[in-house]
């Protein structure tokens, strides 16, 4: 038994570090490439200038000032949006009187392209925090309202009726069958609206802000500073991802029960 | 709810099931019940007494109405008009019913799906220590950190079990419960389920298909046709029954019979084989 699970570990590790093969190799390439010479330093600079580049501005402080800035307002607009989302999910799906009324208005919303707003945001709130605290709620709010009501609506029935027939109290009965049943698909609306705060605060940041990743990238260009645009694009890609491996941590701990998670957390006992 | 917690706390001590009571089941009394789903009496004017401790078991093709009498006794629905009691005896320990399906909650593990059937006073150490005494009572108490999504159909249905009994229920009721097993699985829950029922003599009525297994737990088989009572049987045989003994074979013959019509040809071998008892 012991044999297996090192067995399976090591596995398990050299599939973790098989995931970066990919990148890493774009970036060797792309080093190779530009010490050649084959690609232009003042078009993309070598991998190497870029990491330089970081690698000074951390020391100044002034990227981890930036990186702060942004993933503040990321999370704040996660949170808020995020638990309107939730709440409009949970009670649309609970309740058919507050379907009725709200339903029809957020789906007309949701249409409307958020980035869309920005030039009506910016008469609103100027380019202080609130804008952009808006802007990446607005965004996150969907997935999450979606798939909060449709992982509320699509929770089995017959669980929902033994849990009546057993006495559970209304409360209960939310806590213990509905909330559980929805939460898978929670999940999916969280990894989805991940993606969206981030698309929507570096847009937001891009044009108008006084801090944060966007800022810096934008400064960066008027300086023609090509290595730090660079560096803020990577930084995008790494906390990204670092978002989705986070999501998939907190899933794979809230849905220990589900067929679909128990290889990959092991034995339940 | 203190005549329940002394039961309770009586199996925390780990002795053998008994009541202080001499039955432990509730009678049943169904007086003049209708259920009409649009135009359609699904029950008809039905009149049905069921004794404390019964063990019922109610036969019929699909779509009879047998599914909807569970649900009325059970509460989850309403007769049009008549009249229902299922006394609810002094301790008020509720009706439970135990599905075709096993419907444990897939994100709890088998002993808090076990606790779900326990109310919510009981509480703490308590709550664990009788749902893991009912658990060892069907055979699983070595599941109990275990997800329901990796024990089989029958461990499930055995942990579905173990819930309704929980609470120490006055009448349990019986949808199927054992339609979507294997045979052989199937006649061992028949076994499990006949001496819990013995154990706790709470009023069982069990809905099935499957004439056998009617004739193998029930104390009287009840046929229902077409909304009403078609035929109303004792079933006097000695317990623990022997499978496909000659009376049995004539009982389920007779009860085929009426289920089928006349057409078929067993009313024949069953007028043949009359004569010898």
Redo the contacts between chains.
């Keep these: 038994m012991s044999q297996r699970n090192v067995r399976f570990n090591g596995g398990a590790v050299l599939r973790a570090g098989s995931q970066w093969a990919v990148p890493i190799l774009l970036i060797v390439l792309w080093e190779l490439l530009s010490r050649a010479g084959l690609i232009a330093g003042n078009v993309l600079p070598a991998p190497s200038a870029v990491a330089f580049a970081g690698w000074r501005s951390l020391q100044s402080g002034e990227l981890l000032h930036h990186m702060w800035v942004s993933t503040l307002r990321a999370l704040s607009g996660l949170v808020v949006g995020g638990l309107i989302g939730f709440f409009f999910g949970i009670a649309n799906g609970l309740s058919e009187l507050s379907r009725r009324y709200t339903d029809t208005t957020l789906q007309m919303i949701r249409n409307v392209p958020h980035l869309a707003l920005i030039p009506l945001v910016i008469l609103w709130f100027g380019i202080d925090e609130e804008a952009k605290l808006f802007l990446v709620a607005l965004g996150v709010f969907f997935p999450i309202y979606i798939n909060t009501l449709h992982g509320v609506r699509t929770v089995d029935p ?2 929902i ?9 209304p409360w ?1 009965l939310f806590v ?2 509905v909330l ?2 929805a ?1 898978p698909s929670i999940f999916v609306g969280l990894r989805f609206s991940l993606g969206i705060m981030w698309l929507t605060l570096i847009v937001a940041e891009t044009i108008s802000a006084e801090a944060g990743l966007g800022y810096m990238a934008m400064q960066a260009r008027e300086f023609l500073l090509v290595d730090i645009v660079v560096l803020a694009i990577l930084i995008y890609a790494l906390l990204g991802k670092l978002a989705d491996v986070i999501a998939r941590l907190l899933e794979q701990a809230a ?5 679909a998670f ?1 290889r990959m957390t092991g034995d ?2 | 709810m203190s005549l329940s917690a002394a039961r309770d706390a009586r199996v925390i001590e780990d002795e053998p099931v008994h009541h202080p009571e001499k039955s432990g089941g509730v009678p049943l009394v169904l007086r003049g019940v209708t259920r009409r789903f649009g135009e359609k009496r699904v029950l008809d004017n039905l009149d049905l007494h069921i004794r404390a401790g019964q063990f019922v078991a109610v036969v019929g093709k699909s779509g009879c109405g047998k599914s909807t009498l569970l649900r009325l006794l059970v509460g989850l629905d309403k007769p049009s008009s008549g009249f229902i009691d299922v006394g609810t005896g002094e301790g008020g320990n509720p009706a439970r019913i135990m599905f075709q399906e096993p419907r444990l909650l897939p994100w709890q593990r088998v002993l808090a799906n076990v606790e779900v059937g326990l109310p919510p006073e009981v509480k703490g150490a308590r709550r664990h220590a009788i749902a893991r005494a009912i658990l060892a009572e069907v055979g699983l108490e070595d599941r109990a950190g275990e997800w329901p999504s990796v024990l089989s159909g029958g461990q499930k249905q055995r942990v579905a079990l173990a819930r309704a009994l929980a609470s120490r229920p006055r009448f349990l009721a019986l949808d199927e419960p054992l339609g979507a097993l294997d045979a052989l699985t199937r006649i061992e829950m028949q076994g499990l389920l006949e001496r819990v029922w013995l154990e706790q003599k709470f009023t069982a009525v069990l809905v099935t298909h499957d004439v056998s297994e009617a004739l193998a737990l029930a104390d009287r088989v009840i046929l229902i046709d077409a909304g009403h009572v078609a035929l109303d049987l004792n079933v006097p045989f000695p317990r623990p029954r022997r499978r496909g003994s000659a009376e049995v074979a004539h009982l389920e013959g007779q009860i085929l019979d009426r289920l089928f019509g006349t057409e078929r040809e067993a009313p024949a071998n069953a007028h043949q084989r009359l004569p010898a008892h």
Excluded: D
């Excluded at chain 1, 009726?161 to 109290?169: A, D, H, L, P, W």
């Excluded at chain 1, 849905?255 to 067929?259: A, C, D, F, G, I």
């Design positions: 017959q669980l009726e033994m849990g009546r027939v057993y006495g559970m109290s209960t213990k069958v559980p049943g939460l849905l220990q029960w589900h067929p128990q339940p006992k």
